[in-house]
Structures are given as C-alpha cells and as structure tokens.
C-alpha cells in the first residue's frame, strides 16, 4: 500500500496521456447523385488500399459513411472501392480508384502521449466508375475524424 501511494504521488499531471492521439482517419459519406441531400448507402461495400487486400471490416456491408486510415508514410493514398447492386441473381461489381494526395504532418501532443499525424494540403480524385461526383476537392486539414471530410455521390 504504501508502495503503490509513493508509486503515484511521484509521478506529474503529464505521465498519464489523458488526451485522444488519435492519427485522424479519413472519413467518406455516400449521398445519391440525384436528390444531393439524401445519404445513399454504398450497397455491399468493399474496400482496399492499392497493393493490398481487402480491408475486412468494410467488406459485404451495406453502409452511408466510412473511415479509412491514410498513409502517414506517403504522400499520396489510393483506395478501391468496389459496390456490389444485385440485379436478379447476377452481381455487377463496381470498382472505383479514389486517390488523395496530403503533407502529412507529425504533431506533438504531450510528453505521454506523444505525437500524432495530421493530414495538411489534401486534395482528391477519382476514376469516372460509380463514383458520379465528389466534394470537395480540396481540403486544408485533416486534423480530426468527427465529420465526414468527403461527400461521395453515387
């Protein structure tokens, strides 16, 4: 006990992390390309990072928005989304190239938590696939993940 108390009452404020360090994730939200105000799910969704596989947590879902990590070791992330519309029993799998270009920034938190990546000067784009249009183009920061960065319209 009294171990535990001389453990504690030696440590400072700042040697327990109690901030969110969380590198931020990009986040898509999926609207209909016809009526621009109604989120549209992107049905049996999947998706990858060029050369990779699938990211399994997004694959055979049916979802309107999405998080995805960027690379913090690059300049540049390319992702594929593929949708999956079952029209009677035949599938048409839908591929999309969605490409995002960014200044990765590494900033300090605190002495605990150390540092995070934050994403400066990014800007999208994307094959003419089922991906109709996308906004905005270019972004500032991505310097959190508490809304939706793009809006994707399909």
């Given amino acids: 006990m009294i171990l535990c108390t001389a453990i504690f009452s030696g440590c400072e404020k700042d040697d327990f992390?109690?901030?969110?360090?969380v590198t931020p994730k990009l986040v898509l939200r999926f609207y209909d390309a016809n009526d621009r105000n109604q989120l549209k799910k992107a049905e049996r969704l999947s998706i990858w990072a060029a050369g990779k596989d699938t990211i399994p947590?997004?694959?055979s879902v049916a979802l309107d928005s999405v998080a995805i990590p960027l690379n913090t070791?690059?300049?540049?992330t390319v992702y594929h989304l593929k949708i999956n519309d079952f029209d009677g029993n035949l599938a048409s799998n839908e591929t999309a190239t969605f490409t995002i270009q960014y200044t990765p920034e590494e900033e300090f938190v605190s002495r605990s938590c150390g540092f995070r990546v934050i994403f400066n000067d990014v800007g999208f784009s994307t094959d003419t696939s089922w991906i109709q249009d996308f906004t905005p183009a270019l972004l500032t920061t991505i310097d959190n993940q508490s809304t939706a960065h793009v809006q994707i319209f399909h």
């Fill in 17 to 21: 992390c109690t901030k969110d360090p």
């Fill in 73 to 76: 070791t690059t300049i540049e």
């Fill in 57 to 59: 947590t997004y694959r």
